[in-house]
């Protein structure tokens, strides 16, 4: 059974930092395409952050230079790593994995952003 569990999120100040996690377990996800998304209330939700199973990274245009993905295959746990942040950053994060031909998510991790 494939499960991910996010972990990270919280109340910072704008100009902040934070580092999210997502363990994965029931597979072995060194080669898999991993994403990180994000729901603000009101809005659908939006691509931020996705990883090729070669570590190829792509970022939406709204985060780049400020958020930074990366994955640890012995630990089965990717993070994202999110800094200089802003109020429009205030969202549920939540991480995706792509595996045997469908999506699985985590329950997300709320991160708010206060000015």
């Known amino acids: 059974q494939v499960q991910l569990e996010e972990s990270g999120g919280g109340l910072v100040q704008a100009g902040g930092s934070l580092r999210l996690s997502c363990v994965v377990s029931?597979?072995?996800?060194?080669?898999?395409?991993v994403s990180w998304f994000r729901q603000a209330p009101g809005k659908q939700r939006e691509l931020v952050a996705q990883?090729?199973?070669?570590?190829?990274?792509e970022y939406v245009a709204s985060v780049k230079g400020r958020f930074t993905f990366s994955r640890d295959n012995a630990k089965n746990t990717v993070y994202l790593q999110m800094n200089s942040l802003k109020t429009e950053d205030t969202a549920v994060y939540y991480c995706?994995?792509?595996?045997?031909?469908?999506?699985?998510w985590g329950q997300g991790t709320q991160v708010t952003v206060s000015s």
């Open positions: 995706r994995i792509h595996t045997l031909g469908r999506n699985y």
């Open positions: 029931g597979i072995t996800f060194s080669k898999k395409v």
């Open positions: 990883m090729t199973g070669v570590g190829h990274v």
